[in-house]
């Protein structure tokens, strides 16, 4: 990756409404990170989009200022080629098909999540075959680069990937940055003299010490916590984790985990909103409307406010540090998806773990894990274990394994399963060649 | 243990109604396994049921013709004292306390079982510290004695000692057993022509491989299984499992996987059962009752055909095969709950496991167990954890254990631990000393 | 294996001396063990030993009335063709190349030993292309037939097939039950009463417990030992190993430990013994040509004494007890050559590990093994990845592979390594294909 | 750690000749690290040299004009007193004892080292009480600070701590620092733009990858090490690896690889060196001497040249490093020696592994290492099981673990092993207060 030519940056979903977010983030690290070409990367069906946030991410570069060429297609592989990083947020099936993650669980009466449990299966189940069809264009058109992905289900993407292929690869969230930020707040410091203990699966993550000056603070956050108002991302209820909850886990628990931990609650305010404004889905195809009616202003320069709103604060900033600690052998901490290699002696060692790592040019190395309490082992090896299902379900198309991991995923009762995968199987069929092969 | 004395038995819980069974054992087995003096112990509570089981025992052993002497006492340690075996068959508060571990749970319209989830855990709780003080007794009074538990949970019981104790456990069910024989009904052959290949967690044990003239017919019992009836133990209902659900599994379910993969069917049931005939704790009440009555009767002078309705079948059976292959160095084959000890990779070393074991006089080997695939892995994982935190709970009356073991129980729904466990605590003060010092 | 045809058996390396073993052990076991056909087979150049010991089996089988056939042949495949069992004595190079692989390594004044160290690492190269090549032929011939392997170094080759065939192949040695015979002397009991836990490698395995009417001896076999006199296997010559070697091993070391425990002694003595009256190799030759001259006695009818003193004695019994376990779906305990699979923990799943098992028709079982106390774990490991690197470098002629396989090896200085392992290649070069398409 | 205060620093050992180096190190880092007070702790029989070294240590703060108050003293519980920082290089037994751990196995041509095989072991016996006893008074009188352990055999020296106390322990040694600068020597780059991944124990460490500017230069390393000069560390003599070894390993070795890889050599060497101009710890005795003659020069003010004769080089910077990258809370990367946990998953959690670590105020957590491939594996965990064993003999005078512990050294001919045993126990005794009460 020689300076003189400057990075070339695919972005697959380019046509995203949070484009405008990593431009921001390219433009911020213009001095270190010297892109030159960002292939924003789209479909067919996401042209108008691409379009539309093209030109803004256009209008960005000029604002600032930055030598930056934005470059629109439809031809995935010209994009590919010789990238040094492939950076993926595209959404197979497009809203309508996270809609339906979140509506055909609640028939049965099952939360619908896109990330996790039946709607994150099925999420992942079209998006499987779609991702090792990039990496097979990375094979061959850019060896070397690094596919950074954000695609979620994230931690179960980046571990097909891992699992499947050769492609240098590291799964991203904001989740643990999110609350990174929260403790900062709960103890009254910046963020950057924090440093976390992460631990766990993408979307079912720990805080399992916080340090600051040396010390760790987790107690103290999580007693401040259970007597206060955690704002966690924007896109889940707030709910209050109570006192004893918080106290026997002993550790800082994400915003997702209120699926697992008020399930009851989460559920009710899920059939709630379908009923009254729409599944969070609805919400956001609204919000992304309207944002892109927003960025069809030409007078719009910058990233407009309204973003935040969407529910990925800090992606770019995840992102671009990412790839900036990797472009400039930085030798910093980063909290990242990443394979886990013994690293959790309690889970395989070819799953993909989130992770406080070690990132430089060489990749992200996890820092090594104590063995984890009983309280957070259980949960973890059990959704691993549906995340690893899910993985053979997506790439081979198998049934059992399909019905296995909604067996054992504790979001989903038993007894619906055989319905809701026929549902979840008929309603996507478009989107799962590998089941139709098999079927 | 030389013969020419005989053995001597000590059984905690001896007026339990499934004492003619153990009985009945003992003097099938006569001839190789020399019983001398059989001592059953119980509680003052208990005294009057002792009083009627302790002379049909009597009648029993007098009408067989074998010169076994039957000792009633309420006098623990006498009995224990040089025992060759002691068997565990009590309940720590009666059958009260069962209904009540069936009854809180549906109050938040939550499975409530003797053996697993909210009503497991609240009998572990009340369990522990009396195996313990058992455990204690036998160290001082017949330390090479073999402590034989059959007490519910069994798993979780065994593991204690193992955790807690020196003294030689080992745990019983009679689950692995109802399901060979069921296998060799399937496969229209005798149960002792299999060799089964069960693996699991006691009441979460799976039935991996089937071997009949060394062929491994597992696949033929699924499939007849899944276009048939399986009739189960007698305490659970009899819902059909579903031939996806059984396929995707790949191995034979035990019945109490039925709460765990028809939850919501078990939950129906018991919420029906409790309102119409009672939970199953009142119906063994009137039935106990009933047999009591039966038992009484100085004509009756064998186990009697009622008991069977009962639901403990093959328990004597069981105990007094492990027993008499430990006495008589067999080197058989049988199905214990023993310390898993790396057999199985993928669980902590120190847990108990149920599983396939060679049985001689040294005790129980168990026989090694290959890798476990995905589908149970990590169910088997949560659930050993959710024993481990029980474990704890009940030893230190740890209240944060106790919370993180209903947490991440798959049968019981987050939101509702903290007023759940509240109930099961106040509820069952009277039996849990470890929780008073605490609180 | 329908009883009606009787069973079908193809011995690899049929010319070898060992055969009349053999013989004898179907004929005592033939009531058992329906043997119809026995297939002696042999290359070319052991064609006239082939004719000698087969002309004996026949005289033998004819004396014993028992009704099988004997077929000798050179033609591999006809033999392997729908057999029931596949037993393997064969040696590649003959004993000339077992001399070569004693005389290379004294060269540098090191162990040279037909089944571990130098010698056993060019037994093995020699040995692995021909064990793979059977088990192609079982896969294409025989598919369900069992590989029974004795060809030494028997643990490697096992674990060769293991690795990299899917053929259903257990390892055998006569050392456990040497030991267990040596053991029963010592507690002046039979051996049948005893029940051994053995664990280890191959010639590298240690006798844990010894347990006598369920009583584990082991401390009073060590004491008797370290005072008395220990008669092992007959090619080993019987030093002491001394009172504090073994107390602080805590367990029964093999014949083969002498290689490990007293290097030096063994190896002044290899130095004697060359100088002398040859190496075991050499003696071995001479005593084998006396052997092919008693067998073609015509009047010889049995397997003759002098066979004792080859060596190898309790193949024939462990062999065959092997085969009939399996054929008869017995049950009952062996020691055998096994793929480890987590029995032993500290050693990885897929090496082959020699250790007390349970047989049936669906093979061999290994009992699940306690963790390993450091003294013997440590030698284990670094021998087992000895093992690992000499697979390796038989399979694909890696000559990296083979010079850490020396260099690890603790039966082996380092320095001498480089030059060592240029005679084994050179003088071996004809039976080594896989390094000459290397190099 | 409050700053105003400045940090209060006890060096065990402070009369030792190394101790210039450590005042160069905290003179330079002055200005990130304001130590106030530095407690040179020797005892009586070092007091001569503790007052030579010490007026030299106070020259050198006055000359360098940084405000570092040198406190010389036989009281080892004052100087531990509210510490910061607890640092080790003392020497139980002096120079003396140094020569005879390596002449005693001279006498059975077994190399005689001071860090590993016979040597290694008799100097961690001495040590092991010592530390303890250091640990203990830090446990009462300084339980926030941090031990930092030169002393060798430093894994050996920080395993024993961290199993057997609660004190805050790393271990350090220069060999890692001095392996990358003669990388980076190789690479023709500067020490500080390498990234190396270390792994290993104490002096059995390979660099497993050279990361320069992300991309991993092992293999260049290798080859050119292979065909030039490798300049270890100086107490060792510099051999040739050979092009094969260094090819077949694929990692870079430690200086003290020789002993492994060439021990014939490195033996004869040792011999030679013996019978001319004394064994290493005499060429030291004759070194000090001189050192301290020197140090005596009223006029000299700074570290003298000649030091770096001695062999520690790196030393001061490792420790300064490290002390400064927690105190400062620095995020960097150091070389440690640190409780495995599962970074190196084939060896037991609680064993010291020297590795490639993240340090900050909170201490060093280890990156998580892959798998290793066996070459390096075996001998690891052979030497491993070698520490585990010498550890339990120095804490609880085992005598039985003692001998297995040289029995399976690498470095051991075992039939030596009761002799050189006895003579190392008896020639040793006065240091030995573990032994004598077990004997």
Redesign the interface.
């Known amino acids: 990756m020689p300076v003189e030519r400057g990075l070339k940056i695919a972005t697959i979903g380019g046509g995203s409404s949070y484009t405008p977010e990593i431009i921001e983030g390219f433009i911020k690290r213009y001095a270190e990170l010297p892109v030159k070409d960002l292939y924003l990367v789209d479909i067919e069906a996401g042209k108008w989009k691409l379009e539309i946030v093209g030109q803004l991410a256009r209008r960005m570069v000029k604002e600032a200022g930055v030598d930056i060429n934005i470059h629109l297609t439809l031809d995935r592989r010209e994009a590919i080629k010789d990238a040094d990083f492939v950076t993926t947020q595209f959404r197979v099936g497009l809203l309508e098909a996270r809609i339906r993650d979140e509506k055909i669980p609640l028939r049965y009466n099952c939360i619908g999540q896109k990330t996790t449990g039946a709607g994150g299966m099925a999420k992942a189940l079209r998006t499987i075959p779609v991702i090792l069809d990039i990496a097979k264009d990375m094979a061959e058109l850019a060896p070397d680069a690094w596919l950074i992905n954000f695609t979620n289900p994230s931690g179960i993407i980046t571990e097909a990937v891992s699992k499947y292929t050769d492609i240098k690869v590291l799964g991203l969230c904001n989740v643990p940055i999110v609350m990174e930020k929260m403790t900062a707040e709960i103890l009254e410091t910046a963020a950057d003299k924090l ?1 976390m203990d992460f631990v766990g699966l993408n979307h079912l993550v720990w805080g399992r ?1 916080a ?1 600051l ?4 603070k987790i107690n103290e956050v999580i007693t401040k916590l259970a007597s206060g108002n955690f704002r966690g991302v924007k896109n889940i209820p707030d709910y209050e984790w ?1 006192t ?2 918080l ?4 550790m800082l628990p994400c915003p997702y985990h209120r699926y ?6 989460m559920l009710k305010e899920e059939i709630k909103a379908a009923r009254n404004e729409g599944t969070r889905g609805e919400v956001v195809k609204k919000l992304e409307a309207s944002l892109f009616e927003l960025y069809k202003n030409e007078d719009l320069k910058v990233k407009p406010k309204e973003l935040e709103e969407r529910g990925g604060q800090y992606y770019s900033d995840a992102a671009c540090d990412l790839i900036s600690a ?1 472009y400039n ?1 930085k ?3 980063h909290y990242v998806n990443v394979k886990n ?3 959790v ?2 889970l395989p ?1 070819d799953s993909v773990i989130e992770r406080t790592s ?1 990132v ?3 990749g992200a ?7 984890l309490p ?2 957070i ?3 973890l ?6 995340e ?2 899910t993985i ?1 379900a997506g790439v081979h198309g198998d ?3 399909a ?2 991991a909604l ?2 995923h ?1 979001l989903v ?6 319905d809701l995968l026929a549902d979840i199987i008929s309603e996507n069929i478009d989107y799962l060649p590998q089941f139709k092969v098999n079927n």
Chains 1, 2, 3, 4 share one sequence.
């Open positions: 440093r010490a340090y000056n040396g010390e760790n109570g004893d909850l106290n026997s886990v002993g697992y931990y008020l399930t009851d609650l990797i052998d030798g910093t901490i290699n013994g690293t002696n309690c060692n070690y430089g040019k060489n190395t996890p820092l090594n894990s104590d063995p009983s309280q082992k259980g949960l090896q059990v959704v691993n274990e549906y690893t299902l053979e049934y059992n394994a019905f296995q067996t054992i504790p009762e038993s007894s619906i399963v055989k």
